[in-house]
């Protein structure tokens, strides 16, 4: 079943025009994903061409949806125009917005999450690579890919991965792909302060997925989100996890490229949420390269079959 | 991105916060003309640098404290001729300090006491929040970690903003009445806009002062803006003060690299903001020391591949570098062709191990094996992280 989306889900991309989603969507359809729709206001009526695929392109997120039956957007629309890209697909009635775009304002967020807090859509984003559910074709093929994940280092299984990084996600996917163990999906829920879903979010699917045997959370420094997931896993989670935690040797008080990542207070070091980790039973990888190991380990501890 | 408190000061002003009355001065001609605009009195010179701990700051001259009250406006003049020019060092500033290239005139205020106030994101909750205290002056996370209960919070609704209630309500916790309640509350909604319409990261007034005549004025102010809302405000990018911002950092940001300088020797170079924080982790924890954060971003070119070697070589502590790349959708070999490009450009001396993974990454490792170089090949994180460790410590 996996979570969020699956094989089935037709995709809409708003800003398919660009150089940056008309990439992505042309890597999309080669992956075998049902992209049915492309949204560019004012160039409603054209369509987006590549190989046998003719893409329809609609002036609105509504009329997109209202044509083609799809359930699910792309966002790569500018910053500035994000996250009115947003409220219309939360007004247009989607149950999901993947927002790709890195460098939406903060207060921009701020009134959008407020806005959409009454809708039945889920936001997953912004500045984030997407959502993959892994195809049963050669080298995933066949699978939903939305955003800018390399779709091919991914297998389909059994495995959840969360995280707030892209490289670092591609990292510890490919790391379970080459130890043969498969993906049930693989979420980045992106690197800002204020994103519409958190690692919690993502964990709670998980758990409930019965597809989903075993969950990798990477998380960053900044902010509390991946403790408050640590503490409802060690309380609620019957899956084993593995953790990792970026950014034991940042400074204090700088960006670190993602928006969200600033150490500011004591609680939201590296070294503080990984000793949550610890206290919470997940088992932390020591270094990058120990994710899917540490995940091995975590699924052994419990008896668990990850493949 | 900040900016200095004598500009904040001036943004604060224009949204009716109460400062005390104030001038800048950029060189020694200019403190007659600013000190002239003050009545004649006590008075405060304050360094101005981006970065806190002033007060207590040591200049490398040997002159101590980078913010001075002065009983006369002729002692002023005096005191901002030793800050002006010197370099101040802080606890926020490391051991190279900051070059003081204005000096900042107020009037000393009579002080009845001294409060904090605060606001910004609370990214819990996705919203403002204003953080204010009854212990001012002093370092607010000590005031958090031993008294809590004198830290209030207001989460405010981005929908309908500050409420009156909301106000009133934390006016009188910090224990105003009377006129000082209503300046109080004036301020606070002032503060309050100010940081909505200007987009600001965070507004930190500390202290908050009362007076002894009921005036409620912000006697400091720290103010830093989102990033990502700069393009919606050219008169606070016009504040920017490059004299601030390692000219390294400086560079990257032209060439579309994010690039933040730290004290080690082994230079990284990553495409991914959490895949550079963890490369400088695995460096760390195999018993090496990072020399800086770069992300080169997710389509590197080869332009931006050999601006980042200057970069990363512009760094005398430089022992030896670590390129680390997942290429996802981009071509590994168009990033290995880079790196041997720009080693060569820069003939570059120092150890240099490459991990590639990704696609096309054979074609990639055959480029960098076949380009005549001593390029040292990572078969993954853990093992280049190794690798560049140990060359770096035998090249010592």
């Known amino acids: ?307 | 991105m900040n900016i200095h408190e004598y500009q904040a000061k001036a943004l604060l002003e224009k949204f009716g916060v109460p400062v005390p009355k104030g001038a800048a001065a950029k060189t020694p001609e200019e403190f007659i003309n600013a000190l002239t605009e003050l009545p004649e009195g006590p008075t405060m010179v304050k360094s101005q640098i981006h970065a806190g701990g002033r007060g207590k700051g040591v200049f490398t001259n040997g002159y101590k404290g980078g913010v001075k009250f002065c009983k006369s406006k002729a002692e002023a003049k005096e005191v901002a001729a030793r800050m002006l020019g010197n370099t101040l060092v802080t606890a926020q500033t490391g051991p190279a300090g900051r070059k003081v290239q204005t000096v900042y005139f107020t009037v000393a205020s009579d002080i009845k006491k001294e409060y904090y106030l605060a606001i910004l994101l609370d990214r819990a909750a996705s919203r403002p929040v204003i953080v204010a205290s009854t212990e001012g002056g002093v370092e607010i996370e000590k005031v958090a970690h031993e008294t809590p209960e004198k830290i209030f919070k207001v989460v405010v609704d981005p929908a309908f903003g500050l409420a009156d209630f909301q106000v009133r309500d934390l006016v009188a916790r910090l224990g105003f009445s009377g006129a000082e309640a209503k300046n109080a509350s004036k301020l606070i909604r002032s503060l309050y806009a100010m940081y909505w319409e200007t987009d600001a990261a965070m507004v930190e007034v500390n202290p908050l002062i009362s007076t002894p005549t009921g005036e409620v004025l912000a006697l400091d102010a720290k103010v830093s803006f989102d990033d990502n809302s700069l393009f919606r405000h050219p008169q606070i990018v016009a504040l920017r003060d490059l004299n601030e911002e390692d000219p390294k950092e400086i560079e990257a940001s032209k060439h579309a690299l994010n690039y933040i300088a730290l004290d080690g020797n082994i230079a990284c170079l990553v495409n991914g903001a959490g895949l550079a924080m963890s490369t400088m982790d695995i460096i760390k924890h195999f018993g090496g020391s990072p020399a800086n954060f770069l992300d080169v971003g997710g389509g590197a070119t080869k332009s931006q591949v050999v601006a980042a070697f200057k970069i990363i070589l512009g760094d005398s502590n430089v022992k030896g570098i670590f390129v680390n790349i997942f290429g996802g959708i981009m071509d590994c070999n168009v990033i290995a062709t880079g790196i041997v490009d720009a080693v060569r450009e820069v003939g570059l001396k120092l150890p240099l191990v490459v991990r590639l993974e990704g696609n096309n990454v054979d074609a990639g490792k055959a480029t960098l094996a076949s380009s005549g170089l001593t390029i040292v090949s990572g078969d993954s994180m853990a093992d280049a992280a190794q690798k560049i460790v140990k060359l770096v410590a035998t090249a010592a």
């Open chain 1, 1 to 307: 079943m996996a979570i969020l989306v699956t094989p089935e889900t037709r995709v809409l991309v708003q800003g398919i025009t660009g150089d940056f989603g008309g990439r992505h969507a042309k890597l999309s359809l080669d992956y075998g994903t049902q992209v049915v729709a492309g949204v560019t206001p004012g160039k409603g009526g054209q369509f987006f061409d590549h190989g046998a695929h003719h893409i329809p392109i609609f002036n609105s997120v509504a009329d997109a949806a209202r044509a083609t039956g799809a359930t699910v957007s792309a966002i790569f629309v500018p910053p500035p125009f994000a996250a009115d890209a947003i409220l219309e697909c939360a007004d247009a009635g989607l149950s999901l917005a993947v927002a790709i775009t890195e460098g939406i304002p903060v207060k921009d967020m701020v009134r959008v999450k407020r806005a959409i807090a009454e809708k039945s859509m889920r936001l997953v984003g912004p500045n984030c690579p997407g959502v993959v559910t892994p195809g049963a074709g050669e080298r995933s093929q066949g699978g939903c890919r939305i955003g800018i994940a390399p779709g091919y280092i991914h297998k389909k299984g059994r495995v959840g991965v969360v995280s707030r990084s892209g490289t670092l996600t591609y990292e510890a996917v490919y790391q379970l792909t080459v130890r043969g163990i498969g993906q049930s999906t693989c979420v980045g829920i992106g690197g800002d302060p204020v994103n519409g879903t958190s690692h919690l979010d993502v964990i709670k699917m998980f758990n409930d997925d019965p597809e989903t045997a075993g969950i990798v959370m990477i998380g960053e420094i900044g902010g509390n989100a991946e403790v408050e997931a640590a503490r409802w896993i060690k309380a609620h989670c019957k899956k084993p996890v593995a953790g990792f935690i970026a950014g034991s040797t940042a400074p204090a008080g700088r960006r670190m490229g993602h928006a969200g990542a600033i150490v500011g207070g004591a609680e939201d070091t590296a070294a503080a949420k990984i000793a949550v980790f610890t206290e919470c039973g997940i088992e932390v990888a020591v270094t990058p390269s120990d994710m899917a190991d540490a995940l091995v380990r975590a699924a052994k501890a419990r008896g668990v079959a990850l493949s």
